[in-house]
């Protein structure tokens, strides 16, 4: 069983759709929870940083962790075609330095 | 903005040859970089760990004399692929993690690169 666990889509959603983006854990030590996008050819950009349970937004963006579960989500609302990338949870153990990511998933909006 | 920078974003070079890129935090110190490789619609595959004034930490099966990595100051560290071959044609991308302050904890990527080995 891995670590991190995403479904790798693809995921393809209408313009405007919310989107729900889902990773399970394993590992009670991840302390630390990202987000990250990353479009073709190019390397992962930071979208969402959280550290505690909860929800956390900036923009069309939300976090939300639920720690007692192991369960991660991004959600994004009002879905633009230039949303359209593969997106990465990614994790880190309190107290370590290594990012444990999951498969990522490709996401397309389509007009 | 971009808060890692790398460098080339894409070089092509020939087979026997080294190329060597670089990997800089722009405004935060990172004692920190993680070299990371990436093959067509998979995942990051972790390479090493660079630790700032002493040896990176390779993962298994990363090859520590093919793959240099040195870490000089608090804000480069470099990987050198040595007597690349067309199988080291991949893309490469670094990653360094902020400490302190408001973001801490937080990990930024490089924006990547392409190398080809012709």
């Known amino acids: 069983q891995k670590e991190v666990e995403q479904d790798p889509g693809p995921l393809s959603v209408p313009e405007g759709a919310i989107v729900s983006l889902n990773c399970t854990y394993s590992?009670?030590?991840?302390?630390?929870f990202m987000w990250y996008r990353q479009y073709s050819r190019k390397g992962p950009e930071l979208l969402m940083y959280t550290y505690s349970s909860g929800n956390k937004e900036d923009g069309r963006f939300t976090a939300q962790v639920d720690k007692s579960s192991k369960y991660i989500s991004l959600f994004i609302r009002d879905s633009q075609p230039s949303d359209s990338a593969t997106y990465l949870c990614a994790m880190v153990a309190g107290g370590g330095n290594k990012l444990t990511f999951g498969t990522g998933t490709q996401l397309k909006v389509e007009l | 903005g971009a808060v890692v920078s790398q460098h080339p974003s894409r070089v092509i070079c020939k087979s026997g040859t080294s190329v060597k890129i670089e990997c800089r935090s722009l405004d935060f110190q990172a004692t920190t970089m993680f070299w990371y490789r990436q093959f067509p619609k998979q995942s990051l595959m972790l390479m090493a760990t660079s630790n700032e004034g002493s040896k990176a930490t390779y993962e298994q099966g990363v090859e520590k004399d093919k793959f240099l990595i040195n870490h000089a100051s608090l804000t480069l560290s470099t990987l050198t692929v040595t007597s690349a071959h067309p199988e080291d044609s991949s893309f490469y991308i670094c990653?360094?993690?902020?400490?302190?302050?408001?973001?801490?904890?937080?990990?930024?990527f490089g924006e990547g690169s392409w190398l080809t080995v012709v």
């Open positions: 990653s360094a993690r902020v400490l302190a302050g408001a973001r801490g904890n937080t990990i930024y």
């Open positions: 590992n009670s030590a991840f302390q630390y």
